[in-house]
């Protein structure tokens, strides 16, 4: 069980990305409109409204964790054997599958963590520290909300997939049949 558990560990899924994913179009705008908004709060608000904006984060990477986690055990749970032994025939596996909302999570739980963390402690880090914790924060929950995209095209790409195999096996049975 334990080598289980290391396989599909958050750090374990970090490792094996691939480089196109992590410079990937949603990473890379995570970056510019997270530091975008850090810069803009940080030049136009105060402190204090930089605090509920960081308590807004936590509400919203909450419920997004919720959603991803309703919705890898819904999509875990559809998945019948015969595309399970599909996925494991590929060169990811069902971890491959598997993997980007592992990821997902751990970025958006990193979020609620690093928000409640930013509420409770941005009034007493130095004044030279706290907008850049802002501004990583704010990178962090562009991430989490942007991660959602990318959830959605690893489902969308694994339904057409499915089809695909649905298809292969009706054709399959049908030569069965002829035969």
Known sequence: MGEVRREVGFWRAVGRMR????????TIASGLLGVSLGVGMTLLGALDARIAVAGLFVSVAAALVAIVFAGVALVTSLLSDAYLRLLQASDSGVLGFLRPFLIAVGIQIATVLGAVGYVAMAPYVPTE???????????????????????????FMHALLRTRFAQVL????????EN
Do not use: I, T, Y
């Open 170 to 177: 009706e054709n399959e049975r049908k030569r069965q049949r």
């Open 19 to 26: 480089l196109r994913d992590v410079f990937s179009v949603e």
């Open 129 to 155: 520290v706290e907008p850049w914790l802002f501004g990583a924060l704010c990178v962090f929950f562009v991430a989490s909300c942007l991660e959602v995209v990318v959830l959605m095209r690893s489902v």
